[in-house]
């Protein structure tokens, strides 16, 4: 097998030095190192090899989603702060190690694929405050104990509904779960939707309102692994094909921890058996 490798120089955990013993241990025919904001996409998109891998964290791998040939599996190596999307797969550390293909859906929201979870309100307001603008500001990536420090502290001071969701009812925040793990809090697997698999359709859970006390007792239930589905006040899909969103006021709109911009509506879509990924 052919194997091209996309790399992310930016990332926390890729160097020079890693990026040439990661492309040794593939024997990569070729080495593409991204440049901007968008541009794994292109590259995956022209790769020559017959598999993709891509070195990096979560948001180049998203990147790369959304320009995977169809038919060439994909291959991810670790190199972000959290990885989300490779821990919840269960990809080996050693690339070289990934020989099977599993085979999982992905899901569109507005036409964008990601990988492991979107989402409107309170994670998607933790990404745009802690990447977009800290980030930005200071040139450091938080960690993923920073996004559950904040998504807590503003779940406990509540959320009014604000969100319709066709066939399911009224809302105040989103969760879109492509997989049993939403994101990480350093070691802890944070699982909102625990039935989500990535062979099925997308869970949603979207709690009706967040006061002080709900918000409390919702974190408890995530950190505690029983999810969010099942909870009372709280909406929740399995298995879905397809899910319209409107909002009453535009909200920002998270995709795999990336800032997708405000939205009055989203339209959230799977892909079932989209890709093959080398584990």
Excluded: W
């Excluded at 070195?55 to 998203?62: A, C, H, L, P, R």
């Excluded at 960690?143 to 502290?153: H, I």
């Excluded at 990480?184 to 359709?201: I, M, T, V």
């Amino acid at each position: 097998m052919h194997r091209s490798l996309i790399a992310n120089p930016y990332a926390s955990r890729v160097t020079e030095e890693r990026i040439r013993a990661v492309a040794q241990r593939l024997g990569a025919v070729e080495t593409l190192l991204t440049e901007r904001r968008g541009h794994a996409t292109e590259l995956a998109a022209g790769a020559e090899g017959d598999a993709i891998f891509v070195f990096g964290g979560d948001g180049v791998v998203n990147e790369v989603l959304n320009g995977l040939p169809s038919g060439k599996p994909l291959g991810i190596v670790s190199g972000g702060k959290t990885n989300v999307f490779a821990r919840a797969l269960g990809v080996p550390r050693d690339p070289a190690a990934a020989r099977a293909e599993r085979r999982i859906s992905l899901v569109r929201v507005n036409g964008r694929r990601f990988g492991f979870a979107s989402g409107i309100g309170v994670d998607s307001e933790a990404v745009r405050e802690l990447d977009t603008i800290v980030r930005s500001r200071d040139g450091r990536h938080p960690g993923s104990l920073a996004y559950a420090r904040v998504v807590a502290q503003r779940l406990r001071r509540g959320y009014a509904p604000r969100l319709e969701l066709e066939n399911l009812g009224r809302a105040s925040i989103l969760f879109v779960s492509n997989g049993p793990v939403f994101t990480y809090a350093g070691p802890l697997p944070l699982r909102l939707s625990p039935a989500a698999r990535f062979e099925l359709g997308f869970d949603a859970t979207a709690p009706v309102g967040i006061d002080g006390t709900a918000g409390i007792r919702l974190v408890g239930r995530v950190v505690a692994g029983r999810g969010l589905a099942g909870a009372g006040g709280v909406l929740a899909g399995h298995d879905l094909d397809r899910l319209r969103v409107v909002c009453d006021a535009p909200f920002p709109l998270q995709a795999d921890g990336e800032d997708l911009g405000d939205v009055t509506e989203a339209v959230f879509e799977a892909e079932r058996g989209a890709i093959a990924v080398l584990v």
